[in-house]
């Protein structure tokens, strides 16, 4: 129902920041709770963030609070990840997700993906 496509991964050193960004298209945007996962090689795809459908509430996984920032512009149909004091820890493919209604933690739960952009911290 919603295509998502996300942009703005690269390779970064520890300590700098990135900024990710997902554009969705054919769906209603302001309808979808939003998520940031990522999944590094041997690992499950874990939750980084969510967002309300209004942008009022969000929540981090412990990992990232404080170092990390969802937001979203509903006039754009756009989600962002802000990544700052990264760590190599940080370093897998992140992908943005949508949701229908209320957030939620669980993989499972998300309906719509985008195919991924990698982040990679070096040392």
């Known amino acids: 129902q919603v295509q998502l496509v996300e942009s703005g991964g690269g390779l970064v050193q520890a300590g700098g920041s990135l900024r990710l960004s997902c554009v969705a298209s054919g769906g209603t945007f302001s309808r979808y709770t939003m998520g940031w996962f990522r999944q590094a090689p041997g690992q499950e795809r874990e939750l980084v963030a969510h967002i309300s459908r209004g942008g009022y509430a969000t929540n981090y996984a412990d990992s990232v609070k404080g170092r990390f920032t969802i937001s979203r512009d509903n006039a754009q149909n756009t989600v962002y990840l802000q990544m700052n004091s990264l760590k190599p820890e940080d370093t897998a493919v992140y992908y943005c997700?949508?949701?229908?209604?209320?957030?939620?933690?669980?993989?499972?739960?998300?309906?719509?993906w985008g195919p991924g952009t990698q982040v990679t911290v070096s040392s």
């Open positions: 997700a949508a949701r229908q209604g209320l957030g939620s933690i669980y993989v499972y739960e998300y309906n719509n």
